[in-house]
């Protein structure tokens, strides 16, 4: 694999075909493609149809006006794209975090991790033609929805992990629920793997096929589920423990293949993890109070930091750049599906038309996101 | 199969002694500052790729994370950072190198690093589009986010004002 593609586009037999923006898998999102017959000649990945400026907006914002806009680009994971913003400010601030919040943080981000990843177990399973699986995945992933919506109030976006802590304390009662779904949820994974990631037809269409290899994974900067399923056991919720990950005992699942299986059952494994923290932050986590008082405008110290959290996708980063003054100078979210997205190029060139599907999708790739 | 055993925890990240490497190695370059887990160096864009290079092979930051950028409009200059992690070398995961260049603001031009780190290249063409910096060597430099039409400064110097603002 080089960077430089190899086609010529003056031949007669290569044939250039838009998959997307308007297509019901890829998204708001367009792969510009140029095949040989049945194969992938060469793949560009054209995002930019739902780029809404988030970087530029937050300029023109203040710390905390900047919450509920910044989650916006991954709705399914929005404790994941405003963790390391918290993080970002409460490092320039020298902010001490309550213990409570910090579980609270962990929680959360873990449920978006579980509620995100049975997302993309879901639309792979329609992408695959598995319909078991989206409506079994999109089923079940309302309970943990409904235990995010307790915690913080809405379904999908919350603006629960904010600088300072957390927005609110969780009701009582409802660590009971939150253990039996956890019990329940461990049973379903299991029957998971029996319908679909031992399929024989899943297996067929995934194994085997746009494998990234360990090489290639670290050479072009892939992240998340992409770089662990290629055999890198890299992961900053242990690499750089961040808020209160260091209390909790849990492993990273990584496998070797590199394949579009591998990508898909890492995701499982990841959630089994999740599961395994959330039990035991919701058996340990300490009284107290949740978050510290900012005030409406708080008062950031001039500064420069790059604090970063491992989002659903992969690393989730900010460069934050505050001046003193109530708004930050340059907010860059470093966002995991953007630097996914050369391995959608990468992967695609040689396939069969009918592995597009697999091979994007595994990617894990989230148009919005990686638009901004 | 199986996931595989977790590797014991990282020994604590140490960030001085790489400062002292690159400084000692480049004598041009200044230090931004030295954090547990970050490292902040400015080197000149002529002397920016033999730092990357030195980056990557001696002290093992293979491993691309962010490219950024800002416009700095009081000093006439437009910053230009590489953020670099180490994923395969043990001790070193928690560490992050940002490797700074500052071309002026009229004429940003810098070499390209995706022959240092591939990945760059769309966080490179993303800063091409945002800051209007030029990456010379750089295959392509399309809009990736923009529309293909995008009539107006890059939007995110500072300059620019968004529109209703």
């Not at chain 1, 320039?92 to 873990?110: C, D, H, S, T």
């Not at chain 1, 396939?351 to 901004?372: A, C, K, L, M, T």
């Not at chain 2, 199986?2 to 590797?7: E, G, K, R, S």
């Not at chain 2, 790489?18 to 000149?44: M, N, S, W």
Request: glycine share 8%; hydrophobic share 40%.
């Amino acid at each position: 694999m080089t960077i430089q593609s190899e086609y010529n586009p003056d031949a007669d037999r290569i044939m250039s075909v838009a998959l997307g923006p308007q297509h019901p898998g890829a998204g708001h999102f367009r792969i510009q493609l140029w095949l040989d017959g049945d194969y992938v000649v060469k793949a560009e990945p054209d995002p930019g149809y739902v780029h809404r400026g988030e970087e530029k907006m937050g300029e023109y914002r203040n710390y905390i006006q900047n919450v509920p806009h910044l989650e916006r680009p991954v709705i399914l994971d929005s404790c994941g794209i405003l963790f390391p913003y918290a993080l970002a400010v409460d490092e320039l601030m020298n902010n001490k975090i309550p213990r409570r919040g910090q579980y609270l943080q962990v929680i959360m981000a873990e449920i978006n991790r579980i509620v995100s990843h049975m997302y993309f177990i879901a639309i792979y399973g329609i992408f695959v033609g598995h319909t078991t699986m989206i409506t079994w995945a999109m089923g079940d992933r309302d309970f943990w929805i409904d235990i995010a919506e307790r915690i913080g109030g809405a379904r999908v976006t919350f603006a629960y992990i904010i600088p300072g802590g957390v927005r609110n304390d969780m009701p009582q009662g409802l660590t009971e629920r939150a253990l039996k779904t956890c019990d329940w949820f461990e049973k379903r994974m299991d029957e998971y793997e029996k319908i679909f990631f031992k399929n024989p037809i899943f297996l067929e269409r995934s194994e085997g096929i746009g494998v990234l290899t360990k090489e290639d994974a670290i050479r072009l900067g892939a992240t998340g589920t992409v770089l662990r399923a290629s055999g890198v056991k890299h992961d900053i919720r242990r690499d750089e423990p961040y808020s209160a990950y260091p209390d909790f005992d849990f492993e990273v699942p990584s496998l070797t293949a590199g394949d579009c299986w591998a990508r898909a059952y890492v995701a499982l494994l990841e959630m089994r993890q999740s599961v395994k923290i959330i039990r035991q932050a919701f058996k340990t986590i300490p009284p107290g109070p949740v978050r510290l008082k900012l005030g409406p405008q708080p008062r950031v110290p001039a500064g420069e930091v790059y604090a970063r959290a491992e989002a659903a996708r992969g690393e989730m980063s900010y460069h934050l750049i505050s001046d003193g003054t109530p708004r930050p100078y340059r907010l860059k979210i470093g966002v995991p599906s953007f630097k996914n997205m050369i391995m959608i190029r990468e992967l695609l060139k040689g396939v069969h038309v009918g592995d597009i599907p697999p091979v994007y999708w595994s990617q894990n790739f989230w148009p919005v996101e990686s638009d901004r | 199969m199986q996931a595989q055993a977790q590797t014991p925890p990282p020994q604590p990240a140490k960030t001085q002694p790489l400062a002292d490497a690159i400084v000692q190695k480049f004598p041009g370059t200044t230090v931004d500052y030295v954090r547990e887990k970050r490292l902040k160096v400015t080197t000149a864009p002529e002397k920016i790729k033999e730092v990357a290079l030195f980056v990557r092979d001696e002290l093992g930051f293979d491993h691309i994370s962010c490219v950024s950028g800002t416009d700095w409009i009081a000093k006439n200059e437009i910053e230009v950072i590489y953020f670099v992690g180490a994923v395969s070398k043990p001790g070193q995961e928690a560490i992050i190198v940002a490797l700074a260049e500052r071309p002026k603001r009229d004429n940003p031009t810098v070499p390209t690093l995706i022959e240092v780190w591939p990945g760059a290249e769309y966080h490179e063409r993303e800063t091409h589009e945002m800051l209007g910096v030029v990456f010379s060597g750089h295959p392509n430099l399309k809009n990736l986010l923009l529309p293909e039409d995008w009539n107006d400064i890059p939007p995110l110097r500072k300059d620019y004002i968004s529109p209703g603002r």
